[in-house]
């Protein structure tokens, strides 16, 4: 979907491995790709801006997306939890 120069891309995969669908929202332009996570919890939606890591500064994977060449990776890195406290590196 296209809106104001801003590409949109909707992805269904599941990121949680609950065997749930989690939905993910991608805008792109041609200066930056950023992306919402959307899921569902308590019988509410819920989303989360996702960071994203893009090294070879893409800015365009619609051919990506054509091309199937979409999957879910564990990250390399877990998070910590301490308590109440999440630690998130940002080595991923």
């Known amino acids: ?8 891309y909707f992805i269904a ?18 200066n930056s790709t950023s992306a919402d996570l959307w899921f ?8 989360k ?5 893009n090294p070879n500064e893409n800015r365009f994977i619609k051919d990506y997306l054509l091309h199937d060449k979409v999957e879910v990776i564990r ?4 998070n910590l939890k301490i308590g109440d406290l999440t630690f998130r590196t940002p080595l991923d």
Do not use: A
Not at 40 to 47: A, T, Y
């Open 1 to 8: 979907t296209t809106y104001r120069d801003n590409n949109y």
């Open 13 to 30: 995969k599941d990121l949680n491995g609950d065997s749930e669908l989690d939905y993910i929202v991608i805008e792109e332009n041609n």
């Open 40 to 47: 569902l919890k308590d019988e509410q939606w819920k989303s």
């Open 49 to 53: 801006y996702m960071q994203t890591s």
């Open 75 to 78: 990250p390399k890195w877990k």
